[in-house]
């Protein structure tokens, strides 16, 4: 429950920073001091491999903090039970007194779960949302397509998908 609190708080942080960027300069121009001339420098320079630079660089830090602030042994061992359960439930799928057993024992599971992998959330969330707001004011300036056809979003998010896939598999990340 601790971490669902504090990840409460820094979600309607995050949501203040969003609904606010425009309204308040002192959250906005810090942001723009300090991106305009190096990833903006960075996308001035090519579009096409800035992108594939920062998302790389961000899911590299995203998985970091995660393999860092979440315990990857007991992550791993839930994971392992929770696998072993799915298996049984697909046994008894027919037996309603033991499928509902299985069933109860695989939602115990979850709290601890969301418990150990909310909390690098709570690290990451603002940070990618002032890079959300920068890259949406930037590319509202430069409306230019990544790869030739690619809004700024969906180049994002695949290659963020990619790069994190890679990073998951490479620094053996839960």
Same mark, same amino acid.
């Given at each position: ?58 899911? &590299? ?5 995660? #393999? %860092?602030?979440? !315990? $990857?042994?007991?992550?791993? =061992?839930?994971? +392992?039970? *929770?696998? &072993? ?5 697909? #046994? %008894?799928?027919? !037996? $309603?007194?033991?499928?509902? =057993?299985?069933? +109860?024992? *695989? ?68």
């Amino acid at each position: 429950m601790k971490s669902t609190n504090k990840l409460l708080i820094v979600m309607a942080l995050s949501l203040a920073i969003a609904f606010y960027w425009d309204k308040l300069a002192f959250i906005k121009n810090p942001i723009h001091a300090a991106f305009d001339p190096s990833i903006g420098a960075l996308l001035n320079w090519n579009v096409d491999i800035g992108m594939v630079i920062i998302a790389a660089v961000i899911g &590299l830090i995203i998985i970091l903090v995660q #393999k %860092y602030t979440t !315990d $990857q042994k007991t992550l791993r =061992e839930i994971k +392992k039970e *929770q696998k &072993l359960l799915q298996e049984e439930i697909k #046994k %008894y799928k027919n !037996d $309603q007194q033991k499928f509902l =057993e299985l069933n +109860k024992k *695989q939602l115990e599971l979850w709290p601890k779960t969301m418990d150990i992998t909310l909390r690098p959330i709570v690290y990451t969330s603002v940070p990618i949302i002032l890079f959300f707001r920068w890259f949406n004011d930037y590319f509202a300036a430069n409306p230019v397509k990544i790869f030739g056809f690619l809004g700024w979003i969906w180049a994002y998010l695949i290659l963020s998908i990619i790069f994190t896939s890679i990073f998951r598999k490479v620094f053996n990340v839960a």
